[in-house]
C-alpha cells in the first residue's frame, strides 16, 4: 500500500461544499476524504460530482462515493476518472460480484467501509480484493443494522475482527469509525486511544475540533515511549526490564511505539 494512505487521522468535508475544502486541507489532517455520500442531499450529488477537485491540499485527498447499487455510484465513479484522487472509499461495502468487479477494475486503490453484518461476516474476503487497499469501520451503520448499542463494549467483537482481516489480508491497519461528540475531547481521545489498543491505524474524523483529540489518542504517551527506550536498551535476547521479560516479540512492539512516537518525541 502507499504511504500515502498510511494516514491515522481522515477528515471528512461535504462534497457539495467547495469553499471547504481547502479549509479541510488546513486543519491539520493526515488525509481529506471529501464526502459524496451521507453528507450531500440527493438533489444536490450532482453539484458535489462537478465540483470535485484534488489541488487544494499537499496531503492525499480521497472521494467516498455512493454505495454500489444506489442510483449515484455510477456516475460518482465516472466523475473520479483523472482527478488525481489517492483513493475511493466505498461505503456499505460487501463481497458482492459487483464490489469485486469494481475493486478489479477500479483505476485507484480502493478503501472498503464495513457497515453491515453481511459486510463484517466477510471482511476477509473483502481484504483479499484487488486493489483493496484498506478496512474502514462505518460504525454508525453498523449499529444501526444490528440494533445494537454504539458502545465500545458492543462493538469489540466487529473492531476486533476488522483488525483479524486486515492483517490476514495483508492491509495496513484499519481505520476506526467516527465519535459523533465534536467537543468531548475526552472521550474522543478516549475512543482513539481504545481503537489504537485493539490494533486500529486511524480514526474517521467528522470535524476539524476532532483532530488533535484523535491524534492525541494514537500517540503514545511518556510512559509507554520510557518503557520502549528500556526494552530496545535491554540488548538482544532474552532480558528483564521492570520485573517483566523480554525477547524479540516485545521489541517488536518497542520499536513499533517508538516510531508512533517520532512526530511528537523523536527517535
Known amino acids: 500500500m502507499s504511504a500515502a494512505l498510511d494516514f491515522a487521522v481522515p477528515l471528512f468535508v461535504p462534497g457539495d461544499r467547495p469553499e471547504r ?5 488546513a486543519a491539520g489532517a493526515d488525509a481529506v476524504i ?13 453539484a458535489a460530482r462537478a465540483a470535485l477537485r484534488s489541488d487544494f491540499g499537499a496531503g492525499p ?21 483523472g482527478r488525481g484522487f489517492a483513493a475511493v472509499m466505498v461505503p456499505k461495502a460487501e463481497a458482492s460480484e459487483a464490489f469485486a468487479t469494481l475493486c478489479a477494475k477500479a483505476a485507484m486503490p480502493v478503501i472498503a467501509l464495513v457497515e453491515s453484518a453481511r459486510g463484517l461476516a466477510e471482511a476477509r474476503r473483502i481484504a483479499g480484493l484487488p486493489n483493496l487497499a484498506r478496512l ?10 444490528l440494533g445494537c448499542a454504539h458502545s465500545r463494549e458492543a462493538l ?9 482481516a486486515s492483517r490476514l ?11 459523533t461528540a465534536i467537543g468531548d475531547g475526552a472521550q474522543i481521545s ?17 470535524h476539524p475540533r476532532q483532530i488533535e483529540a484523535i491524534r492525541a489518542g494514537f500517540a503514545p504517551d511518556e510512559a509507554e515511549i520510557l518503557w ?30 517508538l516510531r508512533r512516537a517520532q512526530p511528537a518525541a523523536g527517535p
Request: net charge negative.
Open 21 to 25: 475544502f481547502a479549509k479541510a486541507a
Open 34 to 46: 471529501v464526502d459524496l455520500e451521507d453528507a450531500v442531499a440527493a438533489e444536490a450529488k450532482q
Open 61 to 81: 485527498v480521497l472521494v467516498r462515493v455512493n454505495a454500489v447499487g444506489t442510483p449515484w455510484h455510477e456516475a460518482d465513479m465516472a466523475a473520479l476518472a
Open 136 to 145: 474502514a469501520f462505518g460504525s454508525i451503520d453498523f449499529c444501526a443494522d
Open 156 to 164: 469489540l467483537a466487529a473492531r476486533s475482527e476488522l483488525v483479524l
Open 169 to 179: 489480508g495483508g492491509l495496513a491497519a484499519p481505520i476506526d469509525g467516527v465519535t
Open 190 to 206: 478516549g475512543d482513539a486511544r481504545h481503537a489504537r489498543d485493539l490494533g486500529f491505524g486511524g480514526k474517521l474524523c467528522i
Open 228 to 257: 520502549a527506550r528500556k526494552v530496545l536498551a535491554s540488548g538482544d535476547g532474552a532480558a528483564a526490564v521492570d520485573g517483566a521479560m523480554v525477547d524479540e516479540p516485545v521489541r517488536i512492539r518497542a520499536r513499533a511505539i
